[in-house]
């Protein structure tokens, strides 16, 4: 797929969410866990959603468990999770496979916009970020331990 805003996913609730709803917006898409030792990372998502959302940012979470099984629960489980340990009130999609023949067309999309190191294509472990400028273009990609608060120059740049 070479369109970005084509691609439809399903939210946390069952509802289908096309990603043309957020034309004309940044976004940061991330692929979650909630027994990762970066889980914590949450609250720094929410800070940038509630700082820059106005501006016209979103965070878009994508639960996976394909990174030692550490998102186990269903969909239900893991929204309840997220609002009891960290309050989020950006967009929580259901849970996906970020990699091999199951790998959801969002995060194909991605991947083949901005590789890895050495050119990796597969995402490497839960909390890889991308950010994507308000004509849907991907325009970096971030390791786990990139911090959400260490992606506010590459933001404000965006908005």
């Not at 970005?4 to 969410?17: M, R």
Request: hydrophobic share 40%; aromatic share 12%; net charge negative.
């Amino acid at each position: 797929m070479t369109d970005f805003y084509a691609i439809e996913a399903i939210s946390n609730k069952g509802d289908t969410i096309s990603m043309g709803q957020y034309k004309g917006q940044v976004l940061l898409i991330v692929n979650t866990a909630s027994a990762c030792g970066f889980t914590p990372q949450y609250q720094g998502l929410q800070a940038l959603y509630e700082t820059y959302e106005a501006q016209g940012f979103k965070v878009l979470a994508f639960p996976c468990n394909q990174f030692g099984k550490q998102e186990a629960g269903d969909d239900a489980e893991i929204r309840q999770f997220c609002d009891l340990n960290f309050n989020i009130s950006f967009p929580l999609f259901q849970k996906i496979e970020v990699n091999g023949a199951g790998a959801h067309p969002l995060y194909q999309f991605l991947t083949d916009a901005k590789r890895g190191l050495l050119g990796s294509k597969a995402v490497k472990w839960n909390f890889t970020k991308f950010l994507v400028d308000r004509n849907g273009n991907v325009m970096q990609r971030y390791a786990p331990t990139t911090k959400p608060e260490e992606l506010v120059p590459e933001i404000e740049a965006l908005l």
